[in-house]
């Protein structure tokens, strides 16, 4: 099983950036996908997931309204865009998935994980 993030890289404040993840290595269509983010020092949060049919999605209040998630077409593919991005949105962002068709806020209930991409928004 693999999860290969991509897309990452250095924007300014207000800027967009769009990343993306395939997984690979087993039938992922009734998986919910998601991402989280860990900034230096801090904990790996949840930051937003996507039901296996891609009809229910969540997010951290902090990204709110700025960001979006959405599977691609096969189903084993996850896109966040990223609007309006914040010099504390800076970070590794982490694709994951759950055997669960619906979402999970707790990255213990994650089962595989991306190496991780990294974002860095300039003030």
């Known amino acids: 099983v693999q999860l290969q993030a991509s897309g990452g890289g250095l924007v300014q404040a207000g800027g967009s950036l769009r990343i993306s993840c395939s997984a690979s290595?087993?039938?992922?269509?009734?998986?919910?996908m998601g991402w989280f983010r860990q900034a230096p020092g801090k904990d790996r949060d949840f930051i937003a997931g996507?039901?296996?049919?891609?009809?229910?999605?969540g997010y951290a209040d902090s990204v709110m309204a700025r960001f979006t998630i959405s599977r691609g077409d096969p189903r084993n593919t996850v896109h966040l865009q990223m609007n309006n991005l914040e010099a504390d949105d800076t970070a590794v962002y982490f694709c994951?998935?759950?055997?669960?068709?619906?979402?999970?806020?707790?990255?213990?209930?994650?089962?595989?994980w991306g190496q991780g991409t990294l974002v860095t928004v300039s003030s």
């Open positions: 290595g087993r039938d992922f269509s009734g998986y919910a």
């Open positions: 996507i039901s296996w049919d891609g009809n229910t999605v």
């Open positions: 994951a998935a759950t055997p669960s068709p619906w979402i999970k806020r707790s990255r213990f209930e994650w089962a595989h």
